[in-house]
């Protein structure tokens, strides 16, 4: 292809479609490599979406209709020794975050890019020639490993299961997360304010895992109740929770690039950085990193290119040190919930409850996670 483009996105997954969209709002003649990973209809996951990203998505024309996103009017969380900690709303909002399926996002960037002549989807086979390559592929990827990109990676010994589950009572936007024997399970709304169904994330132990992801669908749900007790149920055979989906696993790591950006080239998403999943904010911070590049992009001097390595450490520099901060957050609780004694368990859920009486706290813990500290 002797095209000459101003930005190649490689990866098109949610990060490299929605920064494809911010650009091509530029007017950037934007190229997008395909990745060929199947349909996106099979991706069970949700991802729980805050302010900040909700506005970029309403930006790009991407975010779902009224019943494609569920709010989350409430967050209860558990300890394993009476701890316990509940999250609501900042005065004047109604939500904490949404709810929104994998695949619908993701139908909805395909969408939107329908509407956008400046950006051109490409096989990824082919040879692009941009002012600048934008990395977007993932924890694993193979343009960054091809730049010779450092990749610090500290594998957690955990992997994360996802899955769906049906309800035969509506869950009122109530999401519902207990740390537990070095478990993490979240309970987290779908199909609207009034639905019926879970979006399950459950990390554990790899051997533990591998015996769960063997259980047929009663035998996983049975396994559920026991971990998180009587809070949500209680279960009689599979009900009231039927699982009604294939259980997905995948092995958690925190994980940063050693540089986010060069001569011509940047990374974002989780090609740059990955934190554990328990507070539901990786793709937030990837999107973060596509408002922020495509802000520092549109800023720039009329005689820098796109490519410039420093108007590229400008994005660097404003996000390294939220992801950072971001990664050890979940590290830390990760961590002190890791383990099992009964010292420990004494100091970490007299810990929460003693956030949980602390109004400020909680507000700066709930502004964090909305991602308002982002906004401009």
């Known amino acids: 292809m002797t095209t000459q483009f101003d930005v190649c996105i490689q990866g098109d997954g949610v990060v490299g479609r929605s920064l494809a ?3 091509a709002r530029q007017r950037l003649k934007v190229a997008l490599l395909q990745s060929h990973q199947g349909s996106p209809m099979h991706d ?11 506005g970029l998505l309403e930006e790009v024309r991407a975010w779902p209709a009224e019943d494609g996103a569920t709010p989350v009017s409430a967050m209860q969380v558990w300890g394993d020794e009476g701890g316990q900690i509940r999250f609501e709303p900042e005065a004047g909002q109604h939500e904490l975050a ?33 002012a600048l390559q934008v990395v977007c592929e993932g924890r694993d990827s193979s343009g960054r ?12 010994a955990q992997k994360a299961l996802a899955a769906r589950l049906q309800g035969v009572s509506p869950h009122g936007g109530e999401a519902r997360q207990w740390f537990v024997d070095g478990e993490i399970v979240a309970l987290l709304p779908m199909g609207g304010a009034s639905g019926r169904e ?9 051997a533990r895992a591998q015996v769960l992801q063997t259980l047929d669908a009663q035998g996983f749900v049975q396994a559920l109740q026991a971990r998180i007790g009587a809070q949500v ?56 990193d596509v408002r922020e590049l495509a802000r520092v992009i549109g800023d720039r001097e009329f005689w820098r290119s796109p490519g410039d390595q420093r108007l590229l450490r400008r994005y660097e520099r404003a996000r390294k040190a939220e992801v950072q901060a ?28 003693a956030v949980g009486s602390q109004r400020w706290i909680k507000s700066w813990l709930v502004r964090r996670a909305m991602g308002q500290s982002q906004e401009v």
């Open 326 to 353: 971001m990664g050890l957050l979940t590290d830390g609780l990760q961590g002190l919930f890791a383990y099992n004694s009964s010292q420990w368990q004494a100091l970490r859920n007299w810990g929460m409850n």
């Open 98 to 130: 949404w709810l929104v399926p994998a695949s619908q996002l993701l139908e909805n960037l395909a969408q939107a890019l329908r509407f956008a002549p400046q950006v051109t989807v490409v096989d990824s086979t082919q040879a692009v020639q941009a």
């Open 145 to 156: 490993q091809a730049l010779g990109i450092g990749w610090n990676s500290r594998p957690y």
């Open 233 to 288: 149920g209680p279960f009689s055979q599979v009900g009231p929770f039927t699982l009604s989906s294939p259980v997905m696993g995948w092995p958690l790591h925190l994980s940063q690039a050693d540089r986010w950006v060069g001569p011509g080239w940047a990374l974002a998403g989780d090609a740059a950085h990955t934190v554990h999943p328990l507070a539901g904010q990786g793709l937030n911070l990837g999107l973060a």
């Open 21 to 23: 969209l911010m650009l």
């Open 44 to 54: 069970i996951r949700a991802y729980a979406l805050n302010r900040a990203s909700r």
């Open 198 to 206: 879970w979006a399950l994330v459950w990390s554990v132990s790899l």
